[in-house]
């Protein structure tokens, strides 16, 4: 039921305001709640609520992960001699002894009727692919890999659209034991060779091109650089998207590059998924490359495969025959996301193209033509929406719709009030945050607790979260580092070339000897809610008092006429601090005296005059990753000296002119032989 009062005209609204409680029928229907009772059933373990089984969760690792295999009946060729070794971060090992293959918990599915996939795109209308018929894909993918001579620990690199291609390719390589990398069409050549040149391919799966925004791009001259600059590369596996036979002469291995269709074409073949330890890789992520090479973070089939089920059953209370949609590319952590509603049993909904063409409502007209039971998408596509004025269930059906996600940035309450009085008041509205650290979220939804305004419902079961304080101790109704204290499955197993593990030690548990630190402002209320407020290396510092910018953000994006904004705060070399804020505006708008005061009395009433800006600024765009992240340290950095292409690569980013704006800040503008001046 909904508890806003939609006859309020306030425009804010105050966090931790209650929005929502599920029903005793929602409650009796989640998947925890049968959870609950099996254990109660099986285990002799009774908890009257989501924080009892919280707290049991992280105190009894061993018992809960224990349980967690023996709830989903984890199709194992061996069983484990141990649930955990070392119970130490890093080092933690889970589950030695257990063998496994993360495709045969997807097509236990096999028989199921109705789509395993659904895929849509700008250009055409949607198809599905059946079970069996993605099963048979497999297979048939599988085996030509197989052909190549990809085997057990070969890396398969994909630089591909979000279609049922990628899907397959996935699971036919993670079936031989290879490790599967992706990154969507989007990303730039550079980027691309920094990320697939550390892990050293035999095979890429490509596209010829892709379409985003009515448009196309042509990608086969990237195609063309990654085999010339990639060694261990030995075959390609080209996706016609563009057209239907690519012009292969310009490629220097056009004999080893292979049309996607003929590797289908091998008819009755049994895939058969080879059992591996539960710590052998999967897949390789990434982390988002804005400065330095990118991390190449490796995690394993028993890990995943864990994490991933509690998650889509627990949290995101994905069941059989559910549509999962989560709006992503290849090259976000989300999409494998996206594939793990298979494991599942649900059906996975794929789409690839511009969130907002030809207008945000396209997520909105796919969650009604589709019925959608889950639809997830950023807090910045959330927010634009809202701010748009968008009602999604004005004149549509969106009553399979059950489910509401948001992830990647945090999602300001007045962007919580928006779902519920726009799209559906009964909604479960999971904001969640985690990482392509982990490939999951540490904290998130459940379906059996309440929803308030600008507040994350809990920490997930068995992520041990806490907030420190910066003496290392945890604290409640205070923000703080957000820290993990004890170890979990789908943690990273590496860093790919990372051989004495001491990057991933610098990484994570450098502040904290022993203790997860991730790098997000979190305050974890005395109801056991969370607040994340962005990242803490991008910490707004006045007179020695800290905030994270999403309290900024909140209040100067309120203005009707601020489309965006971005805020850093810098270290001079007199010790002061200068903050200065940057806007963007609806097109042919200025900022103007009105504007600027109106953002400045926001962010007094607000938050506190302490944090008043040095001076606004406004810019053409706010600058952002590919996965949708505003990039507040390459800006910072920009702005106390760093060049350019040292603080940011382009390549991993979805508007990179818009840095040039901090670059003329901090050097001025480049001379006519294009140095900078002095230089």
Known sequence: MSMHDRSTSESTIPEGRLLWEPTPEAVQRAAVTDFMAWLRREKGRSFGSYPELWEWSVTELEDFWAAIWDYF??????NYETVLEERTMPGARWFPGARLNFVDQVFRHRDREGPALIYQDEASGPRSLSWSELHRQTASAASALRELGVGPGDRVAAYITNGPEAVVAMLATASLGAVWSSASPDFGADSLVERFGQVGPKVLVAVDGYRYGGKAFDRMETVARLQREIPELEYTLLIATLSEEPDLSPLPNAAGTIPWPHILREP???LEPEPFPFDHPLWILYSSGTTGLPKAIVHGHGGMLLEHLKYMAFHADVRPGDRFFWFTTTGWMMWNVVV????????????????G????????DLAEEQRLTHLGASAAYLTACMKEGLAPVRGRDLSELRMVGSTGSPLPPEAFRWVYDTVSSRIFLNSTSGGTDICSSFVGGSPLLPVHAGEIQGRTLGAKVEAYDEEGRPVVDQVGEMVVTEPMPCMPLRFWGDEDGSRYRESYFETFPGVWRHGDWIKVTSRASCVVYGRSDATLNRMGVRIGTSEIYRAVEEAARVKDSLVVSLEREDGSWHMPLFVQLAARDALDEELEGEIRTRIRKRISPRFMPDEVVQVEEIPYTLSGKKMEKPVKEILQGTPLEEAASPDSMRNPEALQVFRVRAHGPETPDGKEPGG
Do not use: F, K, M, N
Not at 340 to 352: K, Q, W
Not at 357 to 364: E, F, I, K, V
């Open 268 to 270: 009755g073949v049994d």
């Open 357 to 364: 063409y030809p207008s945000l409502d396209a997520l909105w």
């Open 340 to 355: 793990a509603a298979l494991l599942r049993g649900a059906t996975a909904v794929l789409y690839e193209g511009s969130p």
């Open 73 to 78: 009946r984890i199709p194992a060729t061996h």
